[in-house]
């Protein structure tokens, strides 16, 4: 009996001994995160919002500085900030739950959708799947540096015609890759040729109304006006507005037209985690790397089709880390973001700023530091 005794109170003792470490781990975690970030923004400037899950677990969630420093009003998990790049996964799961109901295939031409293609040898040789990866090697032949005014309000055709006249590739599709933003505003056309509604509306009610994303919005040539962030960069010390209307491309809204909270794209994730706005195999091959026939590039083939899929948290820097990671970024004008998944440690991450501040790099450090990723 006593032999028992002992043996119970030892596990008792192991028991809470674990649970205090693992609550001493997450207020350690908050602390060393609340410290950095408390450097990085400050009260009356532009900020951002972090959010850190452990599957529906909250590890950190935190909002620092301003979403509009005309009116002062504070950045929180509910302000609506622009997601730049990340608005391609949205695109990218509209392709693929389109094909999903056969009304198109990863694997038709470029010339099915645009005839009117100049060289349609060349577009011919271009599958949407290569559009998808950013494989397709068709030139950006935009001129938005000389031309801004125009970019400041070219929607997503105006975006996409430029690359209609390409006489030739960079290389041969599915060869190698070189990120195209105007690809994705083609995909967005895509779409809308197929589905026969507007890009926008598809992806509201196939996938904002499924995940109950109730506050996020895709652009159409309008600002959403409604709890919304505003993007600054830092010039001559003085912070200056840097978004829509100053920065061009805003309007092309496929390549980056989602506006969303925090709050909202957590329940994205939880949406992309529990399949309820496609089925699971589409979820699953969403998450995984199919390399081309023809790859012939230096470095390993990352994209897949949605998200960037690799080792680590970057595609193109080995860091100590081993955990295989999905995520996507964005950039554009003062606005950063980036969502990262996970799975083998259930963790999710999601962070916007207005102040053209990437903050990844701090984060993965302390995670790994507190062995949460490693």
């Known amino acids: 009996m006593f032999l028992k005794l002992k043996y119970y109170s030892f596990f008792i003792l192991i028991f809470f001994s674990s649970t205090c470490i693992g609550q001493n781990r997450e207020e350690v975690l908050k602390t060393k995160l609340d410290s950095v970030f408390s450097q990085l923004f400050k009260a009356d400037e532009p900020g951002g919002s972090i959010l850190i899950q452990e599957g529906d677990k909250v590890l950190y969630e935190k909002s620092f500085g301003l979403a509009d420093l005309k009116t002062k009003a504070k950045f929180s998990s509910k302000t609506v900030s622009n997601l730049g790049s990340i608005t391609k996964t949205f695109v990218a799961y509209g392709i693929l739950m389109l094909q999903e109901r056969k009304k198109l295939s990863v694997d038709d031409s470029l010339l099915k959708f645009f005839p009117d293609f100049k060289n349609k040898e060349t577009a ?5 799947r290569h559009l998808l990866t950013h494989t397709s090697g068709l030139p950006d032949n935009r001129n938005v540096e000389k031309d801004s005014i125009f970019y400041l309000t070219a929607k997503d055709e105006g975006n996409f015609k430029p690359l209609k006249s390409a006489e030739s590739l960079e290389f041969e599709p599915g060869s190698r890759w070189n990120y195209s933003n105007p690809a994705y505003n083609g995909l967005a056309l895509i779409i809308e040729k197929t589905s026969k509604d507007k890009w926008q509306h598809f992806i509201d009610e196939n996938i904002f109304g499924p995940a109950g994303m109730k506050n996020s919005t895709i652009t159409n040539g309008a600002y959403p006006n409604k709890n919304v962030a505003h993007g600054y960069l830092l010039k001559n010390k003085v ?20 506006w969303s909270s925090i709050e909202d794209l957590k329940k994205y994730i939880k949406a992309i985690n529990e399949c309820k706005f496609a089925d699971c195999s589409v979820i699953k091959s969403s998450k995984t790397i199919k390399i081309p026939d023809n790859w012939n590039h230096e470095k390993n083939m990352f994209h897949s089709g949605v998200w960037f899929v690799h080792k680590g948290f970057y595609s193109e820097t080995k860091t100590e880390e081993q955990v295989d990671v999905i995520e996507h970024a964005g950039d554009q004008g003062g606005f950063k973001s980036h969502l990262i998944i996970i799975p083998e440690k259930n963790i999710s991450i999601v962070w916007l700023t207005n102040n053209n501040t990437f903050i990844t790099g701090p984060i993965r450090r302390i995670l790994l530091q507190l062995n949460y990723i490693n």
């Open 239 to 258: 912070y200056q507005e840097y978004d829509y209307g100053e920065y061009p491309t805003f309007t092309a809204a496929g390549n980056g037209g989602v």
């Open 124 to 128: 011919s040789k271009i599958k949407l």
